[in-house]
Each structure stands twice: as C-alpha cells, then as structure tokens.
Nanobody, 117 residues
C-alpha cells in the first residue's frame, strides 16, 4: 500500500509561482511513475507532469516551459514547481503513484491551486 500526502497549494496572482510537494510512504517499488494530474470545475482530469523512477519526464503542452517536475529519492518526494501561473491553471492538483509491478495507481487527497487577481 502507498500513501501520498500533498502540500503547497493556495491562492496566487497571475504570473506568480507555487511549489507543490507530494510525499510517498509505504511500499515503494523501484520501478514506478509519479506525477501530477489536475481537474478544474466542469473539465476532465488532465495529466500535468509525470516522472519515472529513472528521471524521465513528460509534460502537458499547456504547462511546458512553465512547470517543472522533480524528485528527491531520499525523501520519496516529488515536487511540481509552477511558474508564470495563469487563471486557467486553477484546479485541484492531485499527486499519483503508479506501479507497473502491481498495476495499481494510488492518489493523494488533492490540493487546490487558485490563480486570481
């Protein structure tokens, strides 16, 4: 079982920055994926950024050049640095962990990010 705890959301003005953190605990397999999805009201959930255990990354086109995903393996923590935030980035951001070994996905509780003046 894997538990994910997120932090770092909040209210920020357009053009501002936030950093989200996601701490994983429990049984962490060496081969896995972690990342962030977001869901805005009335919209489908979308993948924002993902990272493999080897450090490979992928981003949604809408956040490329503005968001950066990174990790601290010693702390089992994944970060999402969000710069140049826009009102359309407003959403609930959820951390996920996927293991191809167990073929299971685990989710954090979600953290609200609101970009507004």
């Amino acid at each position: 079982q894997v538990q994910l705890v997120e932090s770092g959301g909040g209210l920020v003005q357009p053009g501002g920055s936030l950093r989200l953190s996601c701490v994983a605990s429990g049984i962490i397999f060496s081969v896995h994926f972690m990342g962030w999805y977001r869901q805005a009201p009335g919209k489908e959930r979308e993948l924002v950024a993902a990272m493999t255990d080897g450090g490979g990354t992928a981003y949604a086109d809408s956040v490329k050049g503005r968001f950066t995903i990174s990790r601290d393996n010693a702390k089992n923590t994944v970060y999402l640095q969000m710069n140049s935030l826009r009102p359309e980035d407003t959403a609930v951001y959820s951390c996920y962990y996927y293991s191809p070994v167990t073929r299971s996905t685990h989710w954090g509780q979600g953290t609200q990010v609101t970009v507004s003046s």
